[in-house]
């Protein structure tokens, strides 16, 4: 499912115009940006929860040359599912 999609999807289920579903998954995205750039957790009981975690450095290869070299630490978005989402699912 394409952002278009979803907001087509969200506008259908919400009642709400497409323009005004646009700014609210807009406006959700952003807010959820801003919270894990912040270092914040965000967690939706039932549904999951966003997080940054740590990534460390490693060393990999590079595959044109095969000459190992050093990949540095980053920082990492990451969604965990609650157990109402992998209820859903199953």
Do not use: C, Q, Y
């Amino acid at each position: 499912m394409t952002k278009g999609e979803f907001v087509d999807k969200v506008a259908t289920e919400s009642g709400l115009n497409k323009k005004d579903a646009t700014a609210a998954v807009e406006a959700f995205l952003s807010t959820i940006e801003g919270a894990l750039k912040a270092g914040e957790e965000i967690s939706f009981t039932g549904f999951g929860k966003f997080h940054v975690a740590e990534r460390g450095a490693r060393e990999g290869r590079n595959p044109r040359t095969g000459e190992t070299m050093t990949i540095a630490a980053s920082k990492v978005p990451r969604f965990t599912a609650g157990s109402g989402l992998k209820k859903a699912i199953k």
